[in-house]
Every structure is written in structure tokens, then in C-alpha cells.
């Protein structure tokens, strides 16, 4: 069985909504830190379709964070957060604190009180 849609060159790829300014500050602060060339980072509001990959439609990473790991799988919210912690030095502590997956859900709950207030700042699609 083949994984699904493994990226090419074999990087996590971070899929975030670029049209968000409060999203793309804070992916900003990510693309600055070391080690962020070991992801491709890729603006969901501003890619072809075909850049989003398998499993993945435009609606869906735009509503929230997504990660898709080397090996093709796909992850979003919390868990999204703590695979891109994962790959960067400055967070893979942290990443590693986190990745329990009762705190996962805790922190994926937040995460979609988070999104409700971050209509606010998204501009309408």
C-alpha cells in the first residue's frame, strides 16, 4: 500500500492560511527560526489547488493549521502545531512536552476557540 501523496522532496510540508494576518505573523516567526528549511511552507490562500496535495481541498486548509509529515499523513489542528514544533530546534522540546494525546485534545480544543475569534481578522473568502 502506497502512503498517500508523499510530498516530493520528502520535507514536512505546513500548510497555513496566508489571507489571515494574525496566521501568517505568526508562520512568519516560524519561517525565521533555525532550522525552518526542513519544511516547506506553504501559503494555502495563494497555491494552486494541486500544491495542497491528495486529502487536502482549499476549505479545509484554510479553516485551520495542517501538516503533511514526510511520510504522507496528514494532521491538523494541535496536533499540525506540535509536527512543525517537532521538525524546529527551538520547539522540539516543547513539541515533545506536549505530544500526549489527552493535552493534544485539550490543546486541539482551544485551538477551535482560537478559530472562531480568528474571524475577526480573516478577511471574508
Known amino acids: 500500500m502506497t502512503p498517500p501523496n508523499p510530498p516530493s522532496d520528502a520535507r514536512p510540508t505546513v500548510y497555513f492560511d496566508g489571507a489571515c494576518p494574525?496566521?501568517?505573523?505568526?508562520?512568519?516567526?516560524?519561517?525565521?527560526?533555525?532550522?525552518?528549511?526542513?519544511?516547506?511552507?506553504?501559503?494555502?490562500?495563494?497555491?494552486?489547488?494541486?500544491?495542497?496535495?491528495?486529502?487536502?481541498?482549499?476549505?479545509?486548509?484554510?479553516?485551520?493549521?495542517?501538516v503533511r509529515a514526510a511520510d504522507g499523513r496528514l494532521v491538523s489542528g494541535a496536533a499540525a502545531f506540535i509536527a512543525m514544533w517537532a521538525a524546529l530546534p527551538r520547539t522540539a522540546r516543547l513539541a515533545r512536552l506536549l505530544n500526549r494525546p489527552w493535552l493534544v485534545r485539550l490543546l486541539d480544543a482551544a485551538y477551535t476557540g482560537f478559530l472562531k475569534l480568528r474571524r475577526l481578522w480573516r478577511p471574508a473568502r
Open 22 to 66: 494574525v496566521c501568517r505573523r505568526e508562520i512568519a516567526l516560524y519561517q525565521r527560526q533555525p532550522g525552518a528549511d526542513a519544511l516547506c511552507w506553504v501559503d494555502a490562500a495563494a497555491c494552486p489547488p494541486e500544491a495542497l496535495g491528495r486529502g487536502l481541498d482549499r476549505p479545509a486548509a484554510l479553516a485551520r493549521l495542517h
